[in-house]
């Protein structure tokens, strides 16, 4: 990664925000100060733009990940002072982002032949559901200049053996993929069911939550009345999963394929963030109100 030429004289002086890195979160605050009329300065120590929410050839992912691996030298001194009242140059030094890092490579001639093929995320894939409220804050703020969307054509879930199966977005989807047994279709047609009559409840009742007298059977003839229990809506997703004998291939499609669930849900005792039922829902509510459609968001 070859080093960026020295920054010109920046005009004015002084500004009402100044915003360091240009990720997603940074470039939002920035395109909505600015928008508003307030002066911003954009900063960041890497030389390409969008942070960890870029897209990096292998040799440009190399050089960042030994770059941000050694620890800055500490300054000098703390801060030095001007001809400038009231004004000080502060010295500063950064943290290493990665404690350890190893890079070897299987295969080096494959590797070579196919480098400008392909360029990986420093942080995974950004999937976001185009109903989602960060949609339309990035488009109101104008962060959406900023960033590239890209529709994504279809969603997979690995079993613990490494096989992919394909994630059914949709009635038809279900009933055409391969992939699901009868009974498995017959199970998450049902659930869906139970979920769809849940929501309409909700939105008659004019609340989220009910008088905890809802059985949550979820049967065909009381879709759009029946609401599930508060008590089962405070109890954490994966347990509700497993209450309504859904088997392993079907709560890893909805934990991880449509609620994108971030942590292991199945280790309770060890999970950092348990999905709860009643915000598993609204994931739920969120991907079936974007038709199954999420979108990649990348910086540019």
Request: net charge negative; charged share 20%; proline share 6%.
């Amino acid at each position: 990664m070859s080093e960026p030429p020295p920054y010109p004289q920046i005009e004015p002086s002084t500004f009402d925000l100044i915003a360091a890195g240009t990720g997603l979160a940074e470039c939002i605050v920035a395109a909505a100060a600015s928008a508003s009329g307030k002066t911003v300065l954009h900063l960041d120590t890497n030389p390409f733009y969008g942070f960890h929410y870029s897209s990096l050839s292998v040799p440009d992912l190399t050089s960042f990940l030994i770059s941000n691996s050694t620890a800055s030298s500490p300054p000098s001194s703390t801060s030095t002072t001007t001809d400038i009242p009231d004004y000080s140059i502060v010295n500063l030094s950064t943290q290493p982002v990665y404690s350890d890092v190893e890079i070897s490579c299987l295969y080096p001639k494959l590797m070579e032949e196919n480098l400008r093929k392909f360029n990986l995320d420093l942080c995974g894939p950004r999937v976001l559901f185009c109903a989602d409220k960060s949609i339309d804050l990035m488009l109101k703020s104008g962060a959406s200049n900023y960033v590239e969307f890209k529709s994504i054509d279809a969603s997979f879930v690995g079993d613990g053996n490494g096989k992919l199966w394909t994630v059914p977005d949709s009635r038809a989807a279900i009933f055409k993929d391969k992939s699901l047994t009868l009974m498995e279709k017959n199970q998450l047609m049902r659930f869906f069911k139970l979920v769809q009559g849940h929501l309409v409840a909700t939105v008659g009742a004019g609340t989220s939550g009910n008088d905890g007298n809802g059985n949550g059977n979820g049967n065909d003839e009381e879709e759009g009345k029946t609401k599930i229990s508060d008590e089962d809506l405070e109890r954490p997703f994966v347990e509700y999963l497993l209450k309504m004998r859904l088997p392993p291939k079907i709560r890893s499609i909805i934990l991880y394929a449509i609620a994108m669930a971030d942590y292991d849900q199945d280790d309770i005792g060890v999970c950092q963030n348990l999905l709860k039922t009643k915000d598993g829902i609204d994931r739920l509510a969120l991907y079936q109100s974007s038709v199954g459609r999420l979108i990649l968001v990348y910086s540019v």
